[in-house]
Each structure stands twice: as C-alpha cells, then as structure tokens.
C-alpha cells in the first residue's frame, strides 16, 4: 500500500474505450497455486500454473496501468483498510464461512472464526482470498482448505461490473466464485459508497458476469449469453433500463456452452475503438460451433421492449449508426491459427483509451493483424521501463507477455475492473 489511507474516486463508465482513469486490480496471490491437476477444473482453470512466471507477466501487465490511468485500486489494499471497522469485518468473516459451510472446531480447540478475528486486518485480507488450511491433512482428501481459496480473484472484471454511475454486483454461475461477490460488495458500497445492482436479487436463477457486460455507450450494452450470464440476467437488465431510460439498447449474442474458451462474450469479441472491434471470425459468420448462435438486438423505447433478429453483433452496431470498419480478427485469416490463438485470448483485448488496447503478445497472428490496421506495436518492457510512452501514439497495443496467465483462462479485459473513463 503506498499510503495509510487509500481515498475512492468516483465512479462512472459509459463506455468501453473512453480514456481509462481509474481500475481495480488483484495482483495474484498464492491462491492461484493452491490446486492440483486433480481440482483445477473445479477452479475453473485449464491448466495449474508457476506462480514465478504469473508475477512477471502480472507484474508487466499493471505496470501498463500504472503509467497510463490516475488511479489503479487493488482489492487487498482496499480489503485491508475496510477490515478496520468491525461491522465489515463481522459481516465478512461470517458470511464467508457460513458460504463455504464451515462449522467444526480447529484441533486446539478454537473455531475457525475466533481464529480469522484475531487477525490483523491486512493478514485476515489475505485469507479471505488466498483460504485457509487445516493443521493436519492426509493428503487425499479434497478438504484441505477450512476456508476455501478464491482462485479467480485476478479476473476483477466478472464478480462486479461498473455499468454507468454504478456497479452490478454479479451472480455468478459457479460456486467456487460465488464468495468473491461479498468481497466486491463490501469494497462498492463501504468504499466507493455507489448504487450496487444485482439481477439474483431481482430473480434467484437470472445470471449475469463481467466478461459479458460491454458497456458500449451511454444507451448501449453489448451482453453475452451462454454458460456464465443466461436469459433472466439479460431480462434483468432490460427491465432495469426500461424503467430508467425512454430510449435504450442491448445488443445480446448467443456463445456456445462449450469449449471453456467461450465462457464470456469479451472471450470472441473487443471493442477497440469507437470504430474498431476485435472479433473471431466465426462469431460473424455464423459458423462451427457459432452456427445457429443468435444475435438479438433489445430496443427499449418509453417503457416497451421489442427483440428482433440482426446478422450478426458488427451488423448489429452498423443498425443502431455506429460506424464500424472492417473487423480485425482474432488469429488473422487462418482459420486454424484463429482457434488457436482465441483459446489463449486473442480476442480478450482491454481498451485503455479509443484504438488505444492491449493485450497478450504470445497471439502473434492476431497482434500481426492490429499492426496491419495501424496499431503501433509497444513491448511492455518498453513501457514499464519508461524507454516508451504511450502517450505519443494515437493507436496502439501494448503487447504483454503471457505463457502461464492465459493458463487461468482469460486475458487484459477480464483482469481489469474499470471504475472510471472519460
């Protein structure tokens, strides 16, 4: 923490690729190392990974955003601090063991409970992230951890999502992620103090997740549906903006179920720019496991939804006035390398301003194809050194090194949390 007291700025996103001001961010912690080959699909990872790597990449990744944005929040810092009010740390401490079920004694006698408040704030912030062990495990069983590590913290973008001047605390589809929320709540509403929404709490089944949340601008939303954020979390934000605005938009295209690589909308498609997308190509042409996958523009206008059918979510953008050139494309034009490359988030590009992104080096077909639209190649080395600025390119990608992060199954959009744009 730089100093004793972190203060919140405000919060407002009405874009995707407005000038990025301030973000929150989970530099990761040991929690990404606590499974085995045994559990980590469970976590929703593809692959277990070398924590040494993850800090040189992650550590090149919010070095990026550390020189361009205001303001970068990290969730332990911020934790820490709300942990010194006992109301938050009572909430917290209980609704996080009440979630993972835990009941039973600790071998001296002590709960588990007495133990996490004796804690000082800074340590009990760690664990409520990176879990808690038992003293004494056989080595088999799958109950190794009291409290149950949040594996997926680094993805701050899926548990809550700014949209506008506030944040949708998401209900999440799997239970290994459902406690990161309590997490997110406590820091949106104690911290920053804004409005929080939330579709479970309109409907207990309606799901919604970061990952499919595009905040296109201040009367469009681009939202994903398939495994993560399904129909009655779309109806939710519908009814939400039907109350609130005359006039209002959701573009929603349908994703696969599987593979893993198609969790999130943000997972095939990017905005980059106000006239620019990152795209796999499938998704435009309806093809393999795309074919057949709607895309459904929602039109709200004084109060009244109506739904109809559009090719596809580029046409969708050209229907409502946007001005879009021709898609860059995940993997180039090889539709072989174009598989490869989205299953390591190729297409998962985060904006920092307009035509201003970045993203994971190791896709080389798809940075290759950003260089023939007239993006400036940056190296994050460069950057974070100060050999480069940013700041001199109207167009770029700041080109990170990913061998093990893509390993946990996402990319630059999905480990930030915008909290402020221009």
């Known amino acids: 923490m730089e100093s004793d007291i972190i203060r919140p700025c405000k919060v407002n996103v009405a874009s995707e690729t407005g000038r990025l001001r301030a973000v929150l961010l989970r530099r990761p912690g040991i929690e990404v190392e606590r499974m085995t080959p045994l559990n980590a699909a469970q976590a929703l990872y593809s692959d277990i990974l070398d924590k040494a790597t993850v800090d040189k990449e992650y550590g090149l990744f919010c070095g990026i955003l550390e020189r361009w944005t205001d303001h970068v ?23 996080s063991l009440h979630h993972d079920r835990h009941t039973s004694q600790l071998t001296n006698g002590e709960s588990l409970r007495q133990l996490l408040m004796s804690l000082d704030s800074r340590e009990l912030a760690r664990v409520l992230i990176e ?27 899926d548990a809550s999502s700014t949209i506008y001047n506030r944040v949708l605390i998401n209900s999440m589809s799997f239970e290994v992620r459902e406690r990161e929320t309590l997490i997110y709540e406590a820091i949106f509403r ?23 949340v595009h905040i296109a601008s201040p009367d469009l939303l681009c939202i994903g549906e398939g495994i993560r954020t399904n129909a009655k979390g ?16 959701i573009l929603v295209q349908e994703l696969p179920t599987e593979p893993d690589s198609f969790i999130h909308l943000d997972m095939v498609f990017t905005l980059l720019g106000q006239h620019h997308c990152m795209v796999f190509e499938p998704v435009l042409r309806k093809q393999g496991l795309f074919a057949n ?17 559009v090719p596809n979510i580029v046409e969708g953008l050209r229907t409502l006035g946007w001005q879009m050139e021709e898609p860059i494309l995940c993997g180039g034009t090889d539709s072989w390398v174009q598989l490869r490359e989205q299953w390591h988030s190729g297409a998962n590009f985060f904006a920092l301003g307009d035509d201003q992104v ?23 080395e460069d950057i974070v050194e100060g050999r480069v600025d940013m700041n001199g390119y109207d167009r770029f990608v700041a080109a990170f090194p990913g ?9 630059a959009r999905c480990m930030t949390m915008p909290i402020l744009r221009d």
């Open 73 to 95: 929040y990290y969730v332990r810092d911020i934790l820490a601090q709300l942990l010194t009010n006992d109301n938050i740390r009572d909430h917290l401490v209980d609704a």
């Open 131 to 157: 879990g808690y062990e038992q003293d004494h495990w056989d080595g088999f069983t799958d109950d190794r951890f009291l409290l149950k590590p949040l594996y997926n913290m680094l993805f701050t973008r």
């Open 190 to 212: 104690n911290f920053f103090g804004v409005e929080l929404l939330n579709a479970a709490a309109w409907n207990p089944l309606a799901r919604t997740e970061g990952g499919d």
């Open 234 to 249: 779309v109806d939710f934000l519908a009814r939400t903006f039907a109350r609130e605005r005359d006039h209002f938009d």
């Open 293 to 309: 996958k709607a895309t459904t523009l929602v039109s709200i206008h004084h109060g009244r939804i109506t739904y109809r059918e």
């Open 358 to 380: 970045m993203g994971y080096r190791r896709n080389t077909h798809t940075i290759d194809a950003l260089d023939r639209a007239g993006f400036a190649v940056l190296n994050a």
């Open 403 to 411: 061998s093990e992060l893509p390993r946990a199954g996402g990319g």
